[in-house]
């Protein structure tokens, strides 16, 4: 299972703060995703990297910020913005574009208190 | 716009029986399929894609154009195979990874 990771598992916060959830991947990838997983609605795209120092919105972009200033890392922000946080968040990894596997990390449950 | 329609949110069989989990797409071009995973607190994993057309723990998938279909089939179910099953498409390229939103396979002994 080792190849991406993030941190931390769960996460809490206060209405109003922002926080960031890490993802880093060892696996020489160019490609990058965050999405979202809430129950009902599968897994809904917020940002994704094709390479470094670029980056693209997915479907629901409202409220996040993303960073690519290295291949191995694509930090997410979820900013006071976002209206309804509380949610599982997963990254993952793929060779190039969304063609190709994309590797999942274990995931961040975020829960605003 | 791409979507994928996954109908059942729950799908209940008999270890033994078959199994098939139903996935329908809208894209305008030439699509490629794939179906993903996730196995009780594991993560989720690519099962499957339409191209390699192979066979991963017995699960096949057919592209059926004509009825913009990707259902997931197996023969015999078996206790492992309880998991979550994602259908996702892509246009291919640079084009981004659109999820269903997922079915429950549960297999009862």
């Known amino acids: 299972d080792g190849g991406i990771t993030q941190s931390p598992k769960y996460l809490f916060r206060k209405e109003g703060q922002n926080v960031t959830l890490s993802c880093e991947q060892n696996l020489n990838h160019d490609a990058m995703y965050w999405y979202r997983q809430d129950p009902g609605q599968g897994l809904r795209l917020i940002y994704y990297s094709q390479i470094v120092n670029d980056f693209q919105k997915g479907d629901i972009a409202e409220g996040y910020s993303v960073s690519r200033e290295k291949k191995e890392s694509f930090p997410l922000t979820v900013t006071s913005a976002q209206k309804n946080p509380t949610a599982f968040y997963l990254c993952?990894?793929?060779?190039?574009?969304?063609?190709?596997?994309?590797?999942f990390g274990p995931g961040t449950r975020l829960t605003v208190l | 716009a791409q979507r994928v329609t996954q109908p059942e949110k729950l799908l209940s069989v008999f270890k033994g029986a078959p199994v098939e989990l139903k996935c329908n797409y809208s894209y305008s071009g030439s699509p490629e399929l794939f179906w993903y995973v996730q196995y009780s607190r594991q993560r989720l994993q690519l099962l499957l894609r339409h191209i390699s057309r192979e066979s991963i723990k017995g699960f096949t998938a057919d592209l059926n154009k004509g009825e913009t279909s990707f259902h997931l089939k197996k023969p015999f179910a078996q206790e492992e195979d309880s998991a979550m099953y994602y259908c996702a498409l892509t246009g291919g390229g640079g084009n981004k990874l659109t999820f269903g939103t997922g079915t429950q396979l549960k297999v009862e002994l």
């Open positions: 993952a990894s793929s060779m190039a574009s969304g063609a190709d596997t994309q590797y």
